[in-house]
């Protein structure tokens, strides 16, 4: 499945954070992520993420695409997170 993930938390939390989620997704923007990951996988960083946060004060989102990802992508101002932004055309290669 494609993920989307983002998150809210803590600034002592956040190093932390970004080392879990960068173990299984791409880097998108700073607190933003997105990839394609098995369903065991995204139980696992699951697991991980909640052995971190403080679900009183942090908030971290999933979103999850079964089929396709989003139609199109757009960005205004910098893009971050390297060269890898997946797009329907990146998709059918």
């Known amino acids: 499945m494609k ?17 879990i989620c960068r173990k299984y997704l791409h880097w998108i923007q700073n607190t ?3 990839g394609e990951i098995s369903p065991a996988k995204l139980d ?10 403080n679900e009183e004060e942090d908030s971290i989102v ?3 695409f079964q089929t396709a ?3 199109q992508r757009e960005t205004l101002g910098i893009k971050k997170g390297g060269l890898f ?8 290669a």
């Open 69 to 71: 990802w989003y139609a």
């Open 32 to 34: 933003v992520f997105e």
């Open 3 to 19: 993920v989307i993930l983002v998150y809210d938390v803590k600034e002592k939390r956040v190093a932390k954070v970004l080392k």
């Open 62 to 64: 999933i979103h999850k």
């Open 44 to 53: 696992n960083l699951k697991v991980e993420l909640k052995r971190i946060i």
């Open 85 to 92: 932004y997946i797009t329907k055309s990146s998709l059918k």
